[in-house]
C-alpha cells in the first residue's frame, strides 16, 4: 500500500475555485491509477476523476468542464483544480491509489461551498 495524504481543502463561496493535492509515500506513484473520490454527508462515497500512468483522465458527468485532475510523477503528488465550484460539490474529497487491485486512501480533506 501506498501512505496518502491530502490538502488543501476549505470554504470557498459558490463560483469559486479551490486546488487539492495528495502527495504518496512511494516512488513508484508513476504506476498508479490516481484518483479522487467525495462523500457527502448521507450519501455514498462517488468517483469524481481520475488519471491513469499514462495521464488518460476520466471524470464523472456532474464535474466534467468544471474540474480537472493532474498528476506530478516526480513529486508523488496528484491534483484536482475546482473551478466554478457549486453548494453541491460540498463533500470529504478522498485521494485514493489503486495498484494491482489494491486501492489506498488518503484521511480526507472537507470541502464546503457556500451559496
Known amino acids: 500500500q501506498v501512505q496518502l495524504v491530502e490538502s488543501g481543502g476549505g470554504l470557498v463561496q459558490a463560483g469559486g475555485s479551490l486546488r487539492l493535492s495528495c502527495a504518496a509515500s512511494?516512488?513508484?506513484?508513476?504506476?498508479?491509477?490516481m484518483g479522487w473520490y467525495r462523500q457527502a454527508p448521507g450519501k455514498q462515497r462517488e468517483l469524481v476523476a481520475t488519471?491513469?500512468?499514462?495521464?488518460?483522465?476520466n471524470y464523472a458527468d456532474s464535474v466534467k468542464g468544471r474540474f480537472t485532475i493532474s498528476r506530478d510523477n516526480a513529486k508523488n503528488t496528484v491534483y484536482l483544480q475546482m473551478n466554478s465550484l457549486k453548494p453541491e460539490d460540498t463533500a470529504v474529497y478522498y485521494c485514493n491509489a489503486l495498484m494491482r487491485g489494491i486501492h489506498s486512501w488518503g484521511q480526507g480533506t472537507q470541502v464546503t461551498v457556500s451559496s
Open positions: 488519471v491513469t500512468s499514462d495521464d488518460s483522465t
Open positions: 512511494r516512488t513508484i506513484f508513476s504506476l498508479y491509477l
